[in-house]
Structure formats: C-alpha cells, structure tokens
C-alpha cells in the first residue's frame, strides 16, 4: 500500500516496531519536521544512515511524549516504533527529506514453540551477564523477536536484517543463531572484568 510521502529522520539506529526511542531534537530542519508530525499528529519513518546512504527498510514512529521543550526550540521527545516499510523513492524538495514508501507485514505462520522458548532462555541468559533491566517477555507476542532484540545493544548490520525479514520464524531462528554466537565471547568478557574488579590483591 502506497502512502503519502513520509517525513524521513536518517539515525545511527535501528528500529522496531512498538520499541521506544528517546530522540533530542535540535537541528533546524528536524525542529521543523517533528513540529509538523506534532501538529497534524503524523508519523515519520525512521531509517538507518549509513556511508551517506540511507537504508531500504525503515519504521514509522508514533511521538508518544515531548519530555522536554527548550528556550531555543529544541525538544526532547519519546517516540515507538510501529510500522516497517520499504523506501520506494528519496524525494528532497524539503529541508528535511522525505520518501515514498511501500508499508508490509509478515507472512503468516508462528514460530515454533521449541525455537521461542530457546531465543527466550538466551535473551534471558545475556540480560543477566549484561545486568539488563526489562520485563519478563510475552511468548505468545507475534513479534516477539523485535521485543527481544529491541531490548539489547546489538549489532546493527545484524538488527537491520532482523527488520527486513517477514517471517517471525526466520527471525526466531536468526535471534537463537545470533546469541549462541555472542554468548561464550560475552561470558568471557564478564568473567574478566568481574576478575579485574576484584580486591587488587594477588593471589
């Protein structure tokens, strides 16, 4: 389904659906656009820059608070991820850019009940080594691999691919692939840190 064109915001970030993300607003152009979106109640999409290129799928984000307003017009806001899409065409007549995109949802069909409890007893082992704070996660949630990963500092190649992947599955399946990678390197990393931050005295 085609949309109007959509106010774009190019950010070092990744991001989910229904996952928050804080943004300070202070470039012109950006001061522009989200009052625009806070005016007419709009969405802007958030898509990945990277080498002066922009991402081909991106996600919409609702703003869901501004928790802060500057004397100079800056602002600090919250927005929440809530639709992916696919950047069609990159149009420039604004200060901020903007882009026809192309909205899409996954293809039906849940993951099997084996791979989510493994992706929930990974994720739940890497909050613990990394002392993350988050609530316990829904299994039945049908995007349960974005609240997973949205919850964790990961590697942003690899969360790009998570977002332009239409099957819960497949991304269940890439969610358990990618942990059981990190895992033994992370434990590694937090058993020599524990050990540097011991009593200072030789054994």
Same mark, same amino acid.
Do not use: W
């Given at each position: 389904?085609?949309?109007?064109?959509?106010?774009?915001? !190019?950010?070092?970030?990744?991001?989910?659906?229904?996952?928050?993300?804080?943004?300070?607003?202070?470039?012109?152009?950006?001061?522009?656009?989200?009052?625009?979106?806070? =005016?007419?109640?709009?969405?802007?999409?958030?898509?990945?820059?990277? $080498?002066?290129?922009?991402?081909?799928?991106?996600?919409?984000?609702?703003?869901?608070?501004?928790?802060?307003?500057? &004397?100079?017009?800056?602002?600090?806001?919250?927005?929440?991820?809530?639709?992916?899409?696919?950047?069609?065409?990159?149009?420039?007549?604004?200060?901020?850019?903007?882009?026809?995109?192309?909205?899409?949802?996954?293809?039906?069909?849940? @993951?099997?009940?084996?791979?989510?409890?493994?992706?929930?007893?990974?994720?739940?082992?890497?909050?613990?080594?990394?002392?993350?704070?988050?609530? !316990? !996660?829904? @299994? =039945?949630?049908?995007?349960?691999?974005?609240?997973?990963?949205?919850?964790? !500092?990961?590697?942003? &190649?690899?969360?790009?691919?998570?977002?332009?992947?239409?099957?819960?599955?497949?991304?269940?399946?890439?969610?358990? $692939?990618?942990?059981?990678?990190?895992?033994?390197?992370?434990?590694? #990393?937090?058993?020599?840190?524990?050990? #540097?931050?011991?009593?200072?005295? #030789?054994?």
């Amino acid at each position: 389904m085609e949309s109007p064109l959509l106010p774009l915001f !190019p950010l070092d970030v990744v991001l989910f659906p229904d996952t928050p993300l804080p943004l300070h607003i202070f470039e012109p152009r950006y001061k522009e656009m989200i009052g625009e979106c806070l =005016e007419q109640k709009l969405m802007f999409g958030v898509v990945r820059a990277k $080498e002066n290129a922009l991402a081909e799928i991106g996600c919409t984000a609702e703003i869901v608070a501004v928790t802060k307003k500057y &004397d100079d017009g800056r602002l600090d806001i919250v927005a929440e991820g809530r639709r992916r899409f696919q950047v069609r065409n990159v149009n420039h007549e604004r200060s901020f850019l903007q882009g026809e995109v192309v909205f899409f949802e996954d293809e039906p069909g849940p @993951p099997k009940s084996d791979d989510v409890q493994r992706a929930v007893n990974l994720h739940g082992q890497i909050m613990q080594l990394l002392a993350g704070e988050a609530g !316990p !996660p829904d @299994p =039945e949630d049908p995007q349960l691999s974005f609240h997973l990963a949205g919850t964790l !500092p990961l590697d942003l &190649d690899f969360k790009q691919t998570l977002l332009g992947l239409r099957s819960e599955s497949e991304r269940v399946i890439g969610l358990i $692939e990618y942990y059981e990678a990190i895992l033994p390197n992370l434990r590694r #990393a937090v058993k020599a840190r524990d050990k #540097a931050g011991g009593n200072g005295h #030789a054994g």
